[in-house]
Structure formats: C-alpha cells, structure tokens
C-alpha cells in the first residue's frame, strides 16, 4: 500500500511558477514509476508528467513540455513537478499517481496507475 500527499497548488498570475509536492509512505518508493496527472472542470483527466523508478527517464505531455519538470527526492520519498511560465489552460486539480508496472510512457494510459493522490488546486487567473 502506498499514500501520496500532495501539497503546493495554489492561485497564480499567467505566467508565474509553481512547485507541486507529493508526499509517498512506505519503503518502497523506489520501486513505483510516479506521475502527475491533471482533472480540468468539466474534463477527462489527462497525464501530465512521469518520471521513472530510478529517476533517469522523464516524459511530458506535449501541452507542458519545455515549462513543467518533473523530479523525485528518494531521500524524502517525494516526487515534484515545478510548474513554469503557467496559463490559465493549466488549471486544473493535480493528481499524484504511483504505477508499479509501468514505464515513463506507459503510464500516460490512466487505467495503468496503482494509487493516486488526493489531488490539489491549481488555478491560473489571466
């Protein structure tokens, strides 16, 4: 069983920055692909952002790329997405997601993600 903890969103200026944080319990961090995914009102929810179980390997969707990153601290067994140059496009509530199975881009598919976070507000006011 894994918890993830997802803090950091907030109301920002188009154009500003933002880092989101997910907090993950338990020892076995290091074995799960972890991603960020995003819930728009009124929308399906999409895949943001994953990074692979040793760190190396990152994937983003097109709509962010080049202006969000995603990161994982395994000493603090968390996992960022710092969120850059934002647009009132980007709001949206974001998920945290753990996938075991996964590679970085298998785990834009939402069906292959194991747990998932609360969730956290993002929204950016044009």
């Known amino acids: 069983q894994v918890q993830l903890v997802e803090s950091g969103g907030g109301l920002v200026q188009a154009g500003g920055s933002l880092r989101l944080s997910c907090a993950a319990s338990?020892?076995?961090?290091?074995?799960?692909?972890m991603g960020w995914f995003r819930q728009a009102p009124g929308k399906e929810r999409e895949f943001v952002a994953a990074i692979s179980k040793g760190g190396t390997g990152t994937y983003y969707a097109d709509s962010v790329k080049g202006r969000f990153t995603i990161s994982r601290d395994f000493a603090k067994n968390t996992v960022y997405l710092q969120m850059n140059s934002l647009k009132p496009e980007d709001t949206a509530v974001y998920f945290c997601?753990?996938?075991?199975?996964?590679?970085?881009?298998?785990?834009?598919?939402?069906?292959?993600?194991?747990?998932w976070g609360q969730g956290t507000q993002v929204t950016v006011s044009s």
């Open positions: 338990g020892r076995t961090f290091s074995m799960y692909t």
């Open positions: 997601a753990a996938d075991y199975r996964s590679t970085v881009q298998g785990m834009t598919e939402i069906n292959s993600v194991d747990y």
